[in-house]
């Protein structure tokens, strides 16, 4: 059943999300192009990097919105499909609680991740517009985008700190939607204003979780672990290992809180809900 449902998902959600990737990567594509015609120009003038200052200016508008539409559909389909008068279709399938949210959670990380995916390859795209002209125009910017790569491939190219640090990325992508499911649950047991409820109960989570962290970390104050933990810290020793350490220690505690919330939306959908 469980394949079914995460089917389902798909189905239901796969138009819009996927037309909204697909407008992040071409708006980065047209602007790149854009950039690159207008550095490439016979007429270059005064003007140009106005024009190219108004268009990054729109694309900083664009992408956000986009990204924000993505996960805003996301938490409105949670939402809609659980706690709303549809819950009553849902909860009459043949399936348990538990999954049926973590077919709707699963399928939310692949389109959220997929949605990063894009974001990436759109800014990307802008960046080829730039680094292509400069490199073929302009010695001092090619010697720094060539040194920039080179000091980037180091860690490319240390396979464990590559692993490491995309495993951390992942998990923390996790603990991020799990947050936000949770606040939806937490807010439906208020008896009114649920959706208040869900924003007041995502933000009391982060400050819940800060508090958290800072106090283990005032208790690892003394231990030699508690320089690992921060994954900012760096050694002249051997900075591949200390990365590796801190992005698994991280990504165990993004893990490990996300799990803790995950079971906190099952326990709420499956004894505390209340349909309208």
């Keep these: 059943m469980l394949g079914k449902l995460i089917k389902h998902e798909f189905i239901d959600n796969w138009k ?23 550095l490439n120009a016979d007429d270059y003038s005064n003007s140009t990097p106005l024009i190219m200052t108004m268009g990054f200016t729109l694309y900083v508008l664009i992408l956000p919105s986009l990204g924000t539409i993505t996960l805003i559909y996301i938490g409105v389909r949670y939402y809609k499909s659980l706690y709303s008068s549809q819950g009553y279709l849902t909860f009459t399938l043949p399936a348990t609680t538990n999954e049926i949210l973590f077919s709707k959670m699963l399928v939310a990380y692949i389109f959220e991740l ?27 910017m090619s010697t720094v985008f060539t040194n920039l790569w080179e000091d980037m491939s180091e860690y490319f190219y240390d396979v464990p700190v590559a692993i490491s640090g995309i495993f951390c990325a992942l998990t923390r992508l996790i603990y991020f939607l799990m947050t936000f499911f949770f606040a939806i649950s937490l807010g439906q047991l208020w008896q009114k204003h649920r959706i208040i409820g ?11 979780i800060s508090i958290v962290y800072t106090f283990i970390k005032i208790a690892l104050a003394n231990n030699d672990i ?51």
């Design 198 to 208: 869900a924003i007041v109960s995502y933000f009391g989570i982060k400050i819940v």
């Design 226 to 276: 508690s320089d690992t933990v921060d994954i900012s810290y760096y050694s002249d020793v051997n900075v591949g290992s200390l990365f590796v350490m801190a992005a698994i220690i991280k990504a165990v505690e993004y893990l490990l809180v996300s799990a803790v919330m995950y079971f906190g939306c099952v326990y709420i959908t499956k004894h505390k809900l209340n349909l309208e």
């Design 114 to 140: 997929i949605n990063i995916l894009c974001i990436i390859l759109s800014f990307g795209l802008v960046m080829w517009g730039i680094v292509s002209w400069s490199i073929d125009n302009s010695y001092y």
């Design 16 to 38: 819009l999300l996927v037309l909204l990737d697909g407008l992040t990567i071409i708006v980065g594509a047209i602007l790149g192009l854009y950039i690159n015609a207008l």
